[in-house]
């Protein structure tokens, strides 16, 4: 019998055969009792495989986005107990859709409403119920396109903090996260931020004016959701010959 050389271990008994000069011979199979790999559980691999790289392409475009940001000023924002509203707030900047910072006196609108209150008070803070609506609406301004960008609503509860400052005057916060639909078609998810103007001594009454807000979005990246799919239709080349294979 010929000397067999293999380097061992291996991870499994089927390596080990493949490792070794003599790989086709019966003589080695039968003294080292190894069946020969069947076909089911072979398609099985394979199957297992998919699924894995599938869920690893997924997870890396997952983080694979850009930031995309809106300021916006102005605007009345009104509010019961049945929830908040702003209308009439203009956007004065977007930085990240296409052509970097873009800045104007009217790029176009931000408007939205809340769920109902559910907690605290509108004159000394509180929380709101998700729902709702929020939408952003462009003009066509320096390559903004026209019309819908985003339109969603709240996900989560919405909140309304009262700021006190050190001369004794008050200002307003309302923070909330977002989802919704982006003009491609896409579903994104964000943050809002929104300030008032200063109340003075007084409180909320009703209706007040925003001072400034900023709205973010993680917009997932085209290329990276074009190298998902040519690395999907590449690994189902693979599967296709290693069927035939089989």
Known sequence: MRPITCVWPASSSLDFVNQCAILNSRELRARLKIRPYRKG???LMIKNTILLTILLALSITAFAG?????????????????????????LIAVNGLGSGLITGNNLGTLSFSTGAL???????????????????????????????IF??????????????LANG?????????????????????????????NTGKGFFNGQTTISSGDTNFTVPEPGSLSLL??????????VRRKLKLA
Do not use: E, K
């Open 118 to 148: 559910s907690s605290g008070s509108l004159q000394m803070g509180g929380t709101f119920a998700a729902g709702g609506t929020f939408s952003i609406t462009g003009n066509g301004t320096s390559g903004i396109p026209s019309g819908v």
């Open 66 to 90: 850009s930031s995309v940001d809106f300021t916006n000023s102005g605007g009345t924002l009104s509010g019961t107990n049945s929830g908040l509203s702003l209308t009439g707030s203009t």
């Open 229 to 238: 799919g040519a690395g999907l239709v590449g690994i189902a080349g693979i």
């Open 169 to 197: 005057t008050h200002n307003y916060t309302l923070t909330g996260s977002l989802t919704g639909t982006w003009y491609n078609g896409a579903t994104i998810d964000g943050a809002t931020v929104q300030l008032t103007i």
């Open 41 to 43: 559980s072979y398609l």
């Open 151 to 164: 339109n969603g609503s709240f996900t989560g509860p919405v909140t309304w903090t009262l700021m006190t």
